[in-house]
């Protein structure tokens, strides 16, 4: 078996290969033989057939299987070496057709009738050879790889042969139809070059018309095809001499056959192809041009519009049938005939058109078109209405009816027809050209099948890209498809293909120039309108490739501002613009529940307000952003949403801050810095409809780690109030406000103890704004945070800021309420009131904390007396009697409150608070406890305080036992061993600082019969000696001092007389009692400052049962005399160091103590009358027991001389006692005692009062610890 390769070798060295050299050789020498005159005989017709079958059948197996341009195939090689046997041979055998066989046959025989069998044969063979020849010849003239085989002369020659036998009227060869059928088909064929067919081109137009004016239609259907090809392919050579053929063509588009008004409208279209190739004006000087129209004209109107107005057209009825004809096929008139028809009688017509009726009709049947079911049908609409943007290319700009057209054109602007109609317009030198070209822009803006043209052709006028458009980027503005034949013979599958549009972004760049920046200055307004518009639809729609140009329009068109404001000497932007970007939220973010169209609004605002920044300076934009700013808050984006709130974040900090301020990294960060928040939040709070749940979002935002700045902790307080107000001005249920809370605050503390200066303003909108009850948790949350922040690790400040909105609370809440509001923030205002640490100075206590005291109890004092109150909120109303140093203000507001409400009441008390009260009774003697028994259980509203008796029933303290429950520093269990120093701004019996709430402003009118002087000679005396020092003992215990006077009033009472004495100390401390639960850690001034101490009766401190009155010493009460000399000594107890005469004054104090017996306390309220308020203070406890007890040695001494009182001392006094009496009163003696005696000797006393603290201690330890 032979290779495959090797079989091809063969065949190509046989010639049987289309790739041979010699494929072509076997019928070439054929036909080179039968031109031999020796070899004619042996070359007979039959040889020659089949020579010219064979020839042309090689020939056009070589053509397909090489490419168009492809003229070096070898066997074509060979062809051109034979052209000249080839035309002459095609020349001879072509010319036989018009051979007569009879009168070949009569010359070789006699003339006879008929035919035998040979002659038939014969002049079958004589006809069938000359069609070969034809056949072979319609191959050579139709491509241009064997034409070129051959010369212009050879091929003239033959083109002159067959123009030659076309011309005769009939043929003497069998079957003269076909021949002249073949020889029609090569005119229909040929592609001639223009120097072979010029010679003939009038043989060839009269070809055509002796077609045209033949019988039958298919000779009328060949002249027609050769016309149409003739004018395409060669519209210069033929378009002049064809134009008489128009009227001929024109007739059979009304023609009854369907074949035929097909073949017609190639005919027509390609006049007006060939009318298009050539370029021809409209015009009267141009006669081809102006021939076509006035025929097309004048048959349109006869056709077209119509001569009788009852009648419809026979054009204008085939036409409007054919676009209602559904079915697409070549047998029958279909739509793409019609928009062939349509188009070339537009374009033929010209500019007459618009002045016609014939415009409506076409109008009207492009409506029909557009308005077609079929979208493939619906595609011929916008190729056949670019027609009329040729026509009105074809005008000049000045004329008047180029506005009509420019106006009829406009009426359909979809899919490249605008962009067609502004190019054509931009290269129009016409007066006020760019304000029609945005006239076509507005036009496309109003129609939404054309919005997206006019957005891509407004970008492109406002592109800055600076190129200049060449005139190799200007395209044809007709569709070729209408007119080459394509449309026209095209099935409903490929009809898409042939009509693609100019509506593609790339398309138009490459056909409009740009406008430059003086034309987009002179129409900033209209093209910012355009741009706007613009914006809209690309927000509605997806454009993504238009997104960037419609920036870079946007920053053409501030620049263009920018510009014209700098040639004014103004500043940029210009009011105007200013606004514009003001309000580019308000323009271009509707509102949408799309949260991704948000976030694309929000995307866009940002790259546009981008663009500003780059332009103009931040000082030129401040009001333009806030304005913005306000629009965004304002627009109410989605801000729950994480996605929209991460845009909104970045659109909102590049609005309202300075990039060249702002915080760096922060750009694309996701979390709000203060310094945004605080821009954003004012713009918040200067709005009044402000949307509740975005609110809400935008205060987490920041809450509360990043609240850092009092000014963001303000705008976020007042933004959530007004939250809250509009909470319950829409009537928003109590789990609506619960729900805020809990956004906000949970049950965990560490958070807020964290940022208390933050969570103050949350707690106080909910608890302060509200005319309604707080949700629950509000206040435990308040009242659990207030007590964790009393520490010293915590800012006074801050808690005295929860103080006062608590005070605010009290204040606002209504008297339903009060009582529980009270209650539940108890705990937290019993710790500050009490003040256990000291940690709160006077001066802050009494402006902050008292003052809520006193109002909590001014509020209660309107309440009736009910036993809930009372058990609830007893122990506030003593807390601030329990602070370790109390304060007579607190003693005398209690009282007040007390006597004006709950007392003598029939209400039943807590045991231990009637314990306490009879506690306070026995220290005080105010009558607290008057009408209560000494059993907790029993109450009686009219017993007298003080009992006949001191027997108590078995199993209840005594009222002395109460009073060391509560004022015995032992009982309540904190020691130390520390001694320290106690500055005299620590007293214990603190008067308010000047300038509080005049808390004793009440008092000083009391007694309006008498009035002591502002400044007497003893207050003098005091101030000149507030440089003596007196020594400050403090026993290692927390010992509770109590400093006791009966109030004026109460003694008044009792006593019922007035008394000068009273109203002389009425401004000294009042009855106070010190209660140090802690240890209270004081250091000396650096000056060696005053220190102060306090009275303690060792009763009190040592013993159970009550002691005797300290205002008498064996039953002698204290003379007038004594009463002012010891007022006059008020102020020394104060001082730091003691004196030598105080020294033996506390010597004699001891040993009178010692010899005095035991005397019941509440016998005090005989003597009450006789006692001055301070004086009664002045000396010691007394009280003599089985086991003598010394009690510790406290400040408050009165500096009385030794001569002017008449007090005895003990007999049983120790020798040592005598000894420090005996050294005091030799120091008070001696008036020059050294400075340095002086200082060894105030050593020596703190010594002594260390001393005698520490027994003290150890002794009273050892008392109590006794069975």
Known sequence: ????????????????????????????????????????????????????????????????????????????????????????????????????????????????????????????????????????????????????????????????????????????????????????????????????????????????????????????????????????????????????????????????????????????????????????????????????????????????????????????????????????????????????????????????????????????????????????????????????????????????????????????????????????????????????????????????????????????????SGTPRSNADIIPILHEQLFDGRILDAHLADLMKHTATTSDPTVVRRIIRELSIQETVDHWERLHELWTDSVKYLLKNSMPDIQKPICIAWKKLLRADLESCQKQGQAAPSPKVATILGRLCDEFAYKTSDVQMEVKQMQFLRMLWHVAQRLFPWSHLKKSSNMLLTAIVRRDFQIGNMTVQAEWLKLSRLVAVDPASSEKGLADSSAFDSQTWVAVARIWTSIDDVPGDNLVTFLKFIFPERLTTDEAIKLWGTLLRRILADFRAQAHTPESCLALWKSFATNDLTLALAFPKQFHELLSAFVVTSNTEPPEPVLPFLSNLLCSLYSPDYSLVISMQYIDTIHAIILSVSDTQLVSCISSLCSSLRCWMEDKSTIVPDTVYFQSIFPLYEDILRRLRQEKPNERTISLLWKLFISPIERPVPSKAAIKAFEAFWLATYHGQNVLFEPELIRYLKGLDMALGVGLAAGLTQSDDSQRTNDSLVPESSCLEPGHPTESQILERHFDPFAQGDKTDNLEMISSSSSPMREPEHGSTGLLSDDKDRDDGVKSDPVSPRESKRKRRKKVEEIVEETPLAISFVRVSVPEAHAHRHSGTKSPMNDKGKDKAPAALEHLQTPVKRGPKANGGNASRSWIRESQLMTPEPSSPPSSHHGHGLCPDQLEEEEEEYGSWEHAVVSPRSFAQISKEIDVDMELPDVNMIERGRLDAHDDNDSILDSPSIHAAKRRKLSSITVGTTNLRASGRDRRRDRTTSSRILQLQQALEAFQDDKETPMEDLVKASKLVQEFGLTISEKLLVRTRTDRNRP
Not at 129 to 137: E, V, Y
Not at 150 to 170: A, G, Y
Not at 202 to 230: N, P
Request: proline share 5%; glycine share 2%; hydrophobic share 45%.
């Open 1 to 464: 078996m032979v290779p495959s390769s090797s079989s091809s070798l063969i065949e190509e060295e046989a010639g049987t290969s289309a790739q041979s050299a010699h494929y072509l050789l076997s019928p070439l020498e054929t036909l080179d033989e039968s031109l031999i005159g020796s070899h004619e005989e042996r070359i007979d017709l039959q040889d020659l057939i089949e020579a010219y079958n064979l020839l042309a059948t090689r020939i056009k197996e070589i053509l397909l299987k090489s490419s168009p341009s492809d003229q070096t195939a070898a066997p074509l090689t060979l062809l051109a070496e034979r052209s000249q046997v080839v035309i002459t041979a095609l020349r001879r055998d072509v010319m036989r057709v018009m051979i007569n066989p009879l009168t070949v046959i009569s010359k070789e025989n006699e003339i006879r009738e008929g035919m035998d069998l040979d002659e038939i044969h014969y002049a079958r063979n004589l006809a069938l050879l000359g069609q070969q020849a034809i056949r072979l010849t319609s191959e050579l003239f139709a491509f241009p790889q064997l034409y070129s085989k051959m010369t212009v002369d050879q091929l003239r020659l033959l083109l002159h042969d067959i123009l030659v036998i076309l011309s005769e009227p009939s043929l003497p060869t069998p079957h003269s139809r076909r021949t002249f059928a073949l020889l029609r088909w090569i005119l229909q064929v040929q592609k001639l070059p223009f120097n072979v067919l010029s010679p003939h081109n009038s043989k060839i137009i009269a070809c055509v018309r002796r077609s045209l004016e033949g019988e039958k239609e298919q000779v009328i259907v060949d002249g027609l095809k050769i016309l149409a090809e003739l004018l395409r392919n060669n519209p210069k050579l033929f378009l002049g001499p064809a134009c008489d053929l128009l009227c001929d063509a024109l007739k059979f588009l009304v023609a009854k056959s369907a074949n035929l008004r097909s073949v017609a409208a190639h005919a027509v279209s390609a006049f007006a192809y060939a009318k298009v190739l050539q370029g021809l004006p409209y015009s009267h000087k141009q006669k081809v041009s102006y021939e076509l129209s006035r025929t097309v004209r004048k048959f349109s109107i006869q056709y077209i519009e119509g001569e009788d107005p009852t009648q419809t057209p026979f054009l204008l009825d085939i036409l409007q049938s054919s676009l209602r004809d559904s079915q697409l096929s070549l047998q029958s008139n279909d739509p793409q005939w019609a928009a062939v028809v349509i188009a070339s009688f537009i374009v033929l017509i010209d500019v007459p058109l618009f002045n016609s009726t014939t415009l409506l009709k076409m109008k009207e049947l492009l409506w029909q078109i557009s308005d077609q079911p079929s979208a493939t049908v619906r595609l011929l609409h916008t190729p056949i209405w670019k027609c009329f943007v040729w026509a009105f290319a074809r005008i000049p700009a000045d004329e008047e009816i180029s506005r009509k057209v420019q106006t009829v054109i406009s009426q359909d602007l979809r899919n490249g027809t605008g962009a067609l109609l502004l190019h054509v317009m931009m290269n129009v030198n016409g007066k006020e050209m760019v304000t029609r070209i945005l006239e076509v822009l507005t036009w496309m803006f109003d129609d939404k099948s054309s919005r997206q043209d006019g957005v891509v052709l407004l970008c492109h006028l406002l592109s800055s």
